[in-house]
């Protein structure tokens, strides 16, 4: 059996995608909404991977977004659980932009995520089984 360090380590989650127009405000940046809704997907990924057991969101915490993320650009996702409690595991994903056509990236996006891991009934249950 794992140890929950080596479940962090092989859960982290790398999603690329590209920023098209119909994700995009009327700025020509990525909507906010559009960038939480990638996140939570990721998180959500990730806390599944670690824990293999069914999860649902119950918070957000602190979203920061300090670049806009043009039209055009590349994005990755980088999703690692940061902290795991009985029932629960805290995730942390960051938005890296990246110009598809030189090798500028940088930190635009950053949150945590918080995961309860539930049994068929919708009850919380121990997110990881002790060895």
Do not use: W
Not at 25 to 53: P, Q, V, W
């Amino acid at each position: 059996m794992l140890t929950v360090q080596q479940r962090i380590k092989e859960s982290e989650t790398r999603i690329f995608k590209a920023v098209f127009p119909n994700t995009t405000n009327h700025y020509d940046t990525l909507f906010g909404g559009t960038a939480l809704h990638m996140m939570d997907e990721a998180a959500f990924i990730c806390a599944t991977r670690f824990s293999r057991k069914k999860v649902v969101t119950i918070s957000t915490d602190k979203i920061d977004f300090t670049k806009a993320i043009p039209e055009g650009t590349i994005v990755e996702l980088i999703a690692q659980v940061e902290s795991v409690g009985n029932t629960s595991c805290v995730v942390r994903v960051e938005i890296y932009k990246e110009d598809m056509y030189s090798y500028d990236r940088e930190l635009a996006v950053a949150g945590k995520f918080t995961f309860v891991a539930i049994n068929d009934d919708k009850k919380p249950i121990t997110i990881i089984d002790k060895a």
